[in-house]
């Protein structure tokens, strides 16, 4: 059996696919709305979301223009019975969510 380097053969991969993903993520998404500021809760959740044009969208609308496709860059997933509202996992922690600015 070969001796191969499994971390060097990730982290070339990985390397490789952060140009992309940048791209990809400063993207415009045409007719969709990017989310520049998020406002939290004492808990630290996002309960709140302004986007580029300046709009504010509390929680619930924020899903449901996600499901629409009319937010860029942002995924919904469904876990602990609900459905939730995260960026979308393109390895760039800047653009996450949980690391905009607030309003």
């Known amino acids: ?19 992309q993903a940048e791209l990809e993520a400063n993207s415009p998404q045409s ?10 809760n004492d808990d630290g959740d996002l309960i709140a979301f302004k986007t580029e044009s300046g709009r504010e969208l509390d929680y619930v609308s924020a899903l449901t223009e996600a499901k629409a496709g009319k937010l ?9 019975g609900r459905d939730i509202l995260r960026s979308e996992p393109d390895g760039i922690k800047e653009n996450n969510l949980d690391n905009l600015p607030h309003f």
Request: hydrophobic share 25%; aromatic share 14%.
């Open 31 to 40: 007719g969709k709305e990017q989310i520049i500021a998020v406002r939290k």
């Open 72 to 80: 860029a860059h942002v995924d919904v997933f469904h876990k602990y």
């Open 1 to 19: 059996m070969e001796n191969k380097d499994y971390n060097q053969i990730y982290n070339e991969y990985k390397e490789r696919s952060q140009g």
